[in-house]
């Protein structure tokens, strides 16, 4: 299972931007969590979702907090750095 990430509008899905596998994923779980809580909305690794860039933004926020928290510090500063280079947005797609 994979999430992949575009540009929010490439919506052909022509140019990958970065993938989260299930490690990935299983490091996000926190942060999700709290996501889903602040916002309602809920990334779902089978399904495509937008998320707008002050949702990014959140995201971004909330790895940042988590990383102090956690063992996989390393992990989640490579999931925060692809993060990071949406600047409109994002269009993920799940298997």
Known sequence: ???????????????????LNNDDLNCLKNVF???????????????NIRIYQDH???IIKLIEAEIGHSKNQDKL???????????????ATGD
């Open 1 to 19: 299972m994979a999430l992949d990430f575009y540009h929010l509008n490439d919506t052909d899905g022509k140019e990958l931007l970065f993938q």
């Open 33 to 47: 969590k709290i996501y889903k809580d602040k916002t309602g909305l809920y990334i779902d690794p089978y399904a």
């Open 56 to 58: 990014v933004e959140l």
């Open 77 to 91: 500063q490579s999931i925060l750095n692809r993060f990071k280079q949406a600047d409109a947005g994002l269009l």
